[in-house]
């Protein structure tokens, strides 16, 4: 039994995705990143990248912030619905707790406003005491600012509009209409509007809205653009919230990488016939290769993943299975309201095996839709494959073992410490055993066991807890190794923020 070559496919990025960017007082830009729960500072001159507020901290889901005149950093933590207060000696101060996805986040003098990333959310203003409401009904907030004219200018997500409104409340005005997919509120240093489209193109929107009222349309290619800053010579920098890193944006449309993107996991992996590796990564299907990533669709919360000639079947660890036609660009919801499901297999005859992980169950999906039971009484299903008799398995992580479906569930292996991707190959079940880093292979004829590959540690390892929920929206999910088959008995596992190509070690 041979072992492997390890050679990532991409860089793992600094920033695993960004979102809320603000300048702070040392003209650093301090990045949010909500997947992370980090806070980093970005040197703009360097692309160096420093982690100011680690994960692990009263900070759980930082999405936004914005810096008071004493140096302090306010933060949006959006999941549980804190507004927090960072001293320049590091101490954190809860501002509130009693607002929904908290978002958006803009100072009007010393009067701080946050914004609710929620259907029907408030816009309000945080003080001493209850928040006081401005205004409701906005359809999903998100960065906002204030406006050269005193007011502070917000996006409705879901309706591509803009609004403004006076720092004292009052009737909301509408200022934009029919904007590409809204996300971001910006003002440049002279005054002009700029909103950014959370779309796969990356167009922002400038709008002349003081003089002319023209509007200009710029397309960076930066797919899930998040948020943006303007320095002092008035250059533009953007964030993403699928890809991650920091870029310079040109009047034209040009990006220039600052920090540079990556993966925002990535989750579960797939090789289709012809040798292309698909990942899901949470907010996109990608493609890994020559050191990039490339977005097919952006599709929000991809964990699981299966190649199926132009089809990929996904997983959602918040409750669904959907089919991506890749040829048409459209997605079909083959399941709903399931508990955690991860791992995903195909069978030949397009029948789905999906590990439900929060229920202890395996489940097939038809080509009808119907659900049913495979496998139940499981601890905690991650991932499932099959060998080349139509055999299948499932690795559990909570019981340390992987399973062969042939009726009741019979042990192939025991006694490993979180199993999780899962594929067989040449006549071995490979398994990566991510609570002790390395990948072990079972011969399936005789049950020998070795360990194939030891996997260095992961600089940057993802935070890992259970998925987050709060009042009807999803948050941070659970992270977990994929594992898929390559050509030339080549493996793809996904660790340390990228993909790592494994090729047998007599190869070069």
Do not use: C
């Not at 907010?283 to 299966?306: C, K, N, Q």
């Not at 299948?392 to 410490?417: F, H």
Request: charged share 20%; proline share 8%.
């Amino acid at each position: 039994m041979t072992g492997f070559h390890a050679r990532p496919l991409t860089r793992p990025a600094p920033l695993r995705g960004s979102n809320g960017v603000a300048f702070g007082p040392d003209r650093r830009l301090y990045v949010a990143q909500f997947l992370a729960g980090e806070i980093s500072a970005v040197d703009l001159a360097t692309g160096d990248v420093e982690v100011i507020v680690p994960a692990g901290g009263p900070v759980q889901a930082p999405d936004d912030l914005a810096f008071g005149a004493d140096g302090s950093m306010y933060i949006t933590d959006l999941v549980p619905g804190r507004v927090w207060r960072r001293r320049p000696d590091g101490t954190f101060t809860l501002v509130t707790d009693r607002v929904r996805l908290p978002n958006g986040i803009a100072f009007a003098g010393d009067r701080l406003f946050v914004n609710e990333m929620i259907p029907h959310g408030r816009l309000l203003e945080l003080g001493a005491g209850e928040p006081s409401v401005l205004t409701g009904e906005l359809a999903m907030g998100n960065a906002m600012q204030l406006g050269p004219d005193g007011r502070l200018y917000y996006p409705h997500m879901l309706t591509g509009e803009v609004f403004r409104i006076p720092p004292d409340g009052g009737t909301p005005e509408l200022v934009a209409s029919d904007v590409p997919e809204p996300v971001a509120v910006r003002f440049d240093r002279a005054g002009t509007l700029l909103v950014l489209s959370r779309g796969a193109a990356g167009v922002i929107t400038r709008i002349d809205l003081f003089g002319t009222g023209a509007r200009t349309l710029l397309t960076t290619g930066l797919p899930g653009l998040d948020n943006a800053a303007f320095d002092t010579e008035n250059r533009m920098y953007v964030s993403s919230f699928a890809g991650g890193g920091i870029a310079e944006v040109h009047p034209d449309g040009r990006a220039r990488e600052v920090a540079p993107r990556g993966f925002a996991g990535p989750y579960g992996v797939t090789v289709d016939l012809g040798g292309t590796v698909h990942t899901a990564d949470h907010y996109r299907i990608t493609e890994p290769r020559d050191d990039d990533v490339t977005t097919t669709e952006l599709l929000p919360f991809a964990h699981g993943i299966a190649a199926d000639g132009d089809l990929l079947h996904l997983t959602s660890q918040y409750g669904q299975v959907r089919t991506y036609d890749r040829g048409t660009r459209t997605v079909r919801t083959r399941a709903g309201g399931l508990d955690q499901p991860l791992g995903i297999a195909v069978r030949a005859d397009g029948t789905l095996l999906v590990a439900e992980a929060g229920a202890g169950r395996v489940l097939t999906v038809d080509a009808g839709d119907e659900v049913a039971e495979l496998a139940t009484g499981l601890g905690r299903p991650v991932d499932v494959t099959a060998d080349g008799e139509g055999r299948w398995y499932v690795s559990d992580e909570e019981r340390g073992a992987v399973y062969r479906l042939d009726g009741e569930p019979a042990v192939v292996v025991a006694d490993l410490v979180a199993p999780q991707g899962i594929v067989v190959a040449g006549g071995r079940l490979y398994v990566a055993e991510t609570g002790k880093g390395r990948v072990v292979a079972v011969e399936l004829a005789t049950g020998e066991t070795r360990v194939v590959l030891e996997l260095p540690a992961n600089p940057t390892p993802a935070r890992d807890f259970p998925a987050l929920h709060a009042h009807g929206l999803p948050g941070v999910p659970r992270p977990f190794a994929g594992l898929a088959a390559g050509p030339g008995g080549s493996l793809y596992l996904t660790s340390g923020g990228t993909v790592v190509h494994l090729t047998p070690a007599e190869h070069p």
